[in-house]
């Protein structure tokens, strides 16, 4: 099958890649989430020839994204997979938590076909939006043959949910994959494999199915000089069930901070160390606390809210 003749469902949440401005040269006092999906497929006349289908999932700004959006999202995705004429998805999305969502479906969903994310660090309305070559890029991805596994397309290159992390505030190619793992790149509208598609075994979404209200409640504390564990304490008087701590370099945590989260460990709060360095892993060693392994902050946060879920 060619790829035009293969359907694509395009699933949107907004971000910035549906921002509006008031003038085409200002690039930040934009106000996100303002199109809808299917505007954004009007300013790709290059998709005019593809079979789509849109859809709105929601229309907010991703540094609001919450739990109850992430449960219609993965219930949203899991049906158009469940589709025997629908062979990808494609989801539209803000960028300051897209790694976030990127991991969770990545975990709750692990579908054998391709389900790949993009945005925009550009408004629609700007000289050179971005979001254009994104959504195109995107569809291409999501229509490659033996495509697979939930991906983020952005600047022309493809990377694991897994592995992705928003490393710049500015720039266009704001995405990196952790210790170089990209899967692909987009060229031209050709897209050229690097390694293979990703895999998983899936959580499933049973394990999502409490009210969102009532999803654990994990925070992450960061490791900085003087970090005397205060905050662990605030945070346990005020009631939490997780906690990731964001450890310097290779997951270490000063004296105070270690012994905070070792008594938060004690009353039976879940503890895990991860690194607030962009890449490598963190060391499972004696005596110390759980390592999270590869995981950044903020999706070892994920994994454990999954893991805690999956206690009911």
Known sequence: MQILDRLIVILGTGGTIAGTAQSASDGVGYTAAQLRVEDLLAAVPALSGQRLEAHQVAQLDSKDMDFATWQRLANAVQQQLA???????????GTDTLEETAYFLHRVLAPTKPVVLTAAMRP????????PQNLFDAVQVAATPGAAGV?????GRVHDAVQVRKTHSYRVDAFESAD???????????????SGWPTGGALGLARIVRPAARWPRVEIVMNHAGADGAIVRALLTSGVDGLIAAGTGNGTLSAGLDAALREAQAVGVKVCRSTRCD?????ALPGLLPSAGALSPVKARVELILALLGDD
């Open 151 to 155: 991906v983020v397309t952005f600047a």
């Open 279 to 283: 890449a490598g892993p963190v060391m």
């Open 180 to 194: 170089g793992a990209i899967v692909a790149r987009v060229e031209e509208g050709a897209v050229r494999l690097l």
């Open 83 to 93: 589709r025997p004429e629908v062979d990808g998805v494609v989801i539209t999305h």
């Open 124 to 131: 629609a309305t700007a000289l050179a939006p971005d979001g």
